[in-house]
């Protein structure tokens, strides 16, 4: 099973940014699709992006496009998520999974935007 770990979290004014990483604990992690997803309070976990094992874009969260990019660097066994504009809808606790069948859920890193 592929650990995941995430980071980069933090407390930002709206219209403000942050990069958020995931880092993989196995290389079989490049063959696999990824997003982030993530978890407002009271609110059921929601995919936010997702990028396949080429990089190739699957999927946006309508709200977040042309705000958030999702990418990953392979040779790191990482995924990021550069999260630009930021809302204090996006306010909530990010985290890394595999898009198909995610697997054990990691800690997460809360991203927290005042208005």
């Known amino acids: 099973q592929v650990l995941l770990e995430e980071s980069g979290g933090g407390l930002v004014q709206a219209g403000g940014s942050l990069r958020l990483t995931c880092a993989a604990s196995k290389s079989t992690f490049r063959i696999m699709a990824m997003g982030w997803y993530r978890q407002a309070p009271g609110k059921q976990r929601e995919l936010v992006a997702a990028?396949?094992?080429?990089?190739?874009?699957?999927y946006y969260l309508d709200s977040v496009m042309n705000r958030f990019t999702i990418s990953r660097d392979s040779a790191k066994n990482t995924v990021y998520l550069q999260m630009n504009n930021l809302r204090p809808e996006d306010t909530a606790v990010y985290y890394c999974?595999?898009?198909?069948?995610?697997?054990?859920w990691g800690k997460g890193t809360l991203v927290t935007v005042s208005s």
């Open positions: 990028v396949r094992p080429d990089g190739g874009i699957i």
């Open positions: 999974n595999g898009y198909v069948n995610p697997g054990d």
